[in-house]
């Protein structure tokens, strides 16, 4: 059975990293070093030309990992890798151009094969998802879907109804990116998923800094997703050393919550 | 409203834009068939863009070709392009479901002018987005817009043309849902886009038809349109698709989403487009901004699918050569992208007879392209 839940047990600390950004060994050492400082549950996207909910950062990251040459079986055997090291849920982030040109049985196949947990496609609301959940239950892996801060309470509850893992909330309108400021929206928009679900939240777009994440739990949330802050010291070539560092000191801001 | 064409078209759109489409269905379905509306829109196209616009008999293609040759003079609406047929509808849809704002992608830049055109006149804040590739090669447009109160914000992402404008007009979207409507140019995108597009350019089309009863006293035999996204095309097909008339698309061989694609999602609608194997978009290269896309839209992929319209692609060189004959043969300068239409005559000129009527959509003048030819040379 697949328990993504049980990484929220202690509010989760989730960081996104691309897949071979800006290679596929770096982005395997990146991975091992994530674990090493406490990550609970490891998000990893798929390279693609064209990812329209994402920012400048996760853009780039995306383009530097083509550049250098990457391919979709990579995802498969970069968790397959991950995993070997420390068997931690891996969830990975997608489009569904991707997923749809693999073939959407195959795309599951492989994803169960190299033990993913679960799958977030970025551009797939519920009303396009029938096809993806029949597979994705076929193969036990978690969908999961995203809110936004201007979802209704009842799209909240279809939304819902359809996931599985954990809820994916969006806490601000906008792209991927880091955010100085942590808007009061964003608590509002946590506790309006929060009263409608017994799943687990994941709140994520924006959260860069040790304040956000701790702002975020105490608002409901049961676990936090950074991404472009992490992409970003990836970019900028921090040592593994610097990237622990940033992921002990999130991790203790939500912890002692 | 349906929001699939056969097995395309669809929402697949990040979860936050959701909500502004179902806006923009519920707004859309309820002044549709308004009278008032419908009468608001007739009035603006006709008092300010200029509508109708002619059905020009060109003797000269007809003695070349050996047929009866119309040109359908989009080229004389009011901006030099079919674009302001869309841009006036949807920025008094915009009024109507009282935004204040309304942002677009363009290639060409001719739907950026006719959406700064169409936000100048409605008094809507309006942003554009253009690949930085595109304002190079098309210098005049940008200046136009700005010209016309319009900000203009250069796209450097990806190959920084169309495709990628589209990528950041949806993502600038995102974050001012609520004042902001999306002004899309063509129609592809998400459901409802495809459809309110076409509604509104399907007045090429109705006028079309009138006037070649008109003139002929019966339809055409063969319609040609150059296809980008798809719109001046299906705006002149679609009062037509269920007559005997032939209908051809003609794309830009580099970017011919139809003629060398295969199924999958790019901005939101399942359609035919260029990819590798993998779902990764492709470049595309052609001469005319305006059809250099790696898409199209849903509705022309079920006609594909369907086979009731047909389509054929041209390179830039026959391109060129149409825009040359056009503007020496009849002293009109065809836009490169309508420039593909016509270059489909002489490859036909064999299965045509004299009595044959053939229309060409000359969706748009060539003055913004003047420029870039005369660099060629
Ligand atoms: C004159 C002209 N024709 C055609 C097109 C292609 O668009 P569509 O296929 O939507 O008509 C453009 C786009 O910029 C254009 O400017």
């Not at chain 2, 054929?312 to 300068?333: H, M, P, R």
């Amino acid at each position: 059975m697949n328990e993504i839940s049980q990484a929220f047990k202690n509010n989760a600390f989730i960081p996104f990293i691309v897949a071979a950004d800006p290679n596929y060994q770096k982005s395997l050492e990146t991975a091992k070093a994530l674990i090493d400082a406490g990550a609970d549950v490891l998000e990893i996207g798929i390279p693609y030309t064209d990812p329209a909910a994402d920012g400048p950062t996760i853009q780039k990251a995306y383009s530097r990992a083509l550049k250098n040459g990457f391919e979709v079986k990579q995802i498969f055997k970069l968790v397959k890798e991950i995993k070997k090291y420390k068997d931690i849920p891996i969830v990975v982030l997608t489009y569904y151009n991707i997923v749809y040109n693999q073939g959407i049985d195959t795309f599951y196949e492989k994803a169960k094969e190299s033990k993913i947990n679960g799958v977030i496609i970025a551009d797939m609301p519920i009303e396009e998802s029938d096809e993806v959940l029949t597979q994705s239950k076929q193969k036990d892996i978690h969908q999961i879907f995203l809110v936004s801060p201007n979802s209704t309470k009842e799209r909240i509850k279809k939304i819902e109804k359809k996931s599985e893992g954990f809820i994916y909330t969006i806490t601000r309108l906008g792209v991927t990116g880091k955010k100085e400021k942590f808007l009061e929206n964003t608590r509002k928009t946590i506790q309006k998923v929060k009263s409608t679900t017994d799943l687990p939240i994941a709140a994520g777009f924006g959260i860069s800094k040790p304040k956000h994440a701790e702002k975020a739990i105490k608002a409901g949330a049961d676990g936090v997703i950074v991404g472009s802050a992490i992409v970003e010291k990836i970019q900028k070539n921090h040592s593994l050393e610097q990237i622990k560092n940033y992921v002990e000191e999130m991790k203790k801001a939500i912890n002692k919550i | 409203m349906k929001d699939r064409f056969d097995e395309f078209g669809g929402k697949f759109v990040p979860e936050p834009i959701i909500p502004a489409l179902e806006e923009l269905e519920k707004e859309y379905t309820e002044i549709k068939n308004s009278t008032e509306f419908q009468e608001q829109f007739r009035e603006i196209l006709e008092e300010y863009a200029g509508r109708p616009t002619p059905l020009t008999y060109s003797e000269k293609l007809s003695q070349k070709f050996g047929c009866k040759i119309y040109l359908k003079r989009e080229d004389l609406l009011h901006g030099g392009a079919h674009k302001l047929n869309n841009t006036l509808g949807q920025a008094l849809l915009a009024k109507h479901m009282e935004k204040e704002k309304i942002i677009a992608e363009t290639g060409a830049g001719q739907h950026g002018v006719a959406t700064s055109m169409a936000g100048a006149k409605m008094e809507l804040e309006t942003e554009i987005f253009m690949g930085k590739k595109d304002l190079e090669r098309q210098k005049l447009n940008a200046y136009r817009m700005r010209l016309l109160g319009a900000k203009l914000n250069p796209v450097t992402t990806g190959e920084a043309k169309l495709k990628d404008a589209v990528n950041e007009a949806l993502r600038a979207w995102v974050k001012e849902l609520e004042n902001t409507h999306y002004l899309i140019g063509s129609v592809v995108g998400p459901s409802p886009f495809p459809e309110i597009v076409r509604d509104f350019q399907s007045v090429i089309g109705k006028e079309t038809k009138k006037q070649i009863q008109q003139k002929e006293n019966s339809l055409p035999d063969r319609i040609i349109a150059c296809v980008g996204g798809g719109s001046n095309a299906i705006g002149i097909f679609h009062e037509f698709v269920d007559k005997d008339v032939k209908l051809t698309g003609i794309e830009a061989e580099g970017s011919a989403s139809i003629t060398n694609g295969s199924k999958g999602t790019l901005h939101g609608s399942m359609s035919k487009l260029l990819q590798t194997e993998e779902g990764q978009i492709k470049e595309t290269e052609s001469i005319a901004a305006g059809l250099d896309y790696p898409g199209i839209g849903p509705e022309h992929s079920m006609y594909n699918q369907k086979e009731r319209i047909n389509y054929k692609t041209a390179n830039d060189e026959e391109a060129l050569e149409a825009f040359k004959l056009l503007s020496k043969a009849e002293g009109i300068i065809p836009a490169l992208e309508s420039s593909h239409a016509l270059a489909q005559l002489p490859k036909i000129q064999n299965d045509l007879s004299p009595d044959d009527i053939v229309i060409i959509n000359l969706s748009g003048r060539g003055d913004k392209d003047v420029r870039e030819v005369s660099n060629l040379e």
